[in-house]
């Protein structure tokens, strides 16, 4: 029961950061069980939708302005470049959940090194320039969607990838941080399905199902709690940056 707890928090608390909380349960040798997995990430998906539904009105909204032709052809575009991203998330986290890939601890420790660097770089030295997404174009997507597909190696982060090429294209810390937490909530409700699977029906007794209630409470609790923490104190993300690469650092020399 507190091992459970205790997974529970430490997910919670990493998903709404940007550092990888698989590299965290690995390094700790904590394994989660699929019905801890399925109801974390249903529950921050639930979160992520209640937290950024004015960008899903706002996304659903434009995907029918090319339809209804009150934009140009370039806002346009820009509206369908966000559902471009979750192809390849999508596809290599089915391939990489098929194959059980396992990544060492030095490769894992460099990606944290490289990636920390690189989030306190975007974030103290480029320019909030961007205040919507509406600036954001085919060629962000493309490279977003290829750091947000390395996130599945444990150390890059897919929130931390995302805010960090956000900011690197100058947009917004909370408009960056936001997004980011936009673009998990198709990754995080699709990867239920597997771990669904794999879970016996018979094994949800009474006992299991109020501590999936209760593992859910604290979810809704504490990953809300630190998205919100985040939103009003933002310069928090490029001290993680550094927590980062001394974490990385940590790995490489233990």
């Not at 928090?9 to 801890?36: C, F, G, N």
């Not at 921050?44 to 909204?61: A, D, R, V």
């Not at 029906?201 to 985040?230: A, D, E, K, P």
Request: aromatic share 14%; hydrophobic share 50%; proline share 3%.
């Amino acid at each position: 029961m507190t091992k459970w707890i205790y997974g529970i928090v430490m997910q919670s608390i990493t998903e709404a950061l940007p550092i990888s909380s698989s590299l965290h349960l690995q390094l700790l040798r904590y394994k989660q069980s699929d019905m801890q997995t399925a109801i974390l990430h249903f529950a921050t998906g639930l979160i992520s939708i209640f937290l950024c539904k004015s960008e899903i009105y706002n996304l659903i909204y434009g995907f029918s302005l090319p339809f209804i032709g009150v934009c140009n052809i370039w806002t346009k575009l820009s509206y369908y470049f966000l559902y471009i991203i979750t192809i390849p998330i999508l596809c290599i986290g089915f391939c990489l959940h098929k194959s059980q890939v396992t990544w060492p601890n030095q490769l894992s420790g460099m990606l944290s090194i490289v990636c920390g660097i690189f989030l306190f770089i975007t974030d103290i030295y480029f320019p909030e320039t961007h205040k919507s997404l509406s600036k954001f174009s085919l060629h962000h997507a493309l490279i977003l969607s290829l750091f947000q597909s390395l996130a599945f190696i444990p150390g890059v982060s897919r929130l931390g990838s995302a805010y960090t090429i956000l900011r690197l294209f100058s947009f917004h810390r909370v408009v960056a941080y936001k997004t980011a937490i936009l673009l998990g909530i198709i990754p995080s409700i699709a990867s239920i399905y597997p771990h669904l699977n794999t879970i016996h029906y018979r094994s949800l007794t009474l006992s299991n199902i109020t501590l999936m209630l209760q593992s859910m409470i604290i979810i809704f609790i504490i990953y809300l709690y630190t998205i919100l923490t985040v939103l009003k104190n933002l310069y928090i993300l490029s001290s993680l940056g550094i927590y980062r690469a001394i974490f990385g650092l940590f790995l490489l020399f233990r």
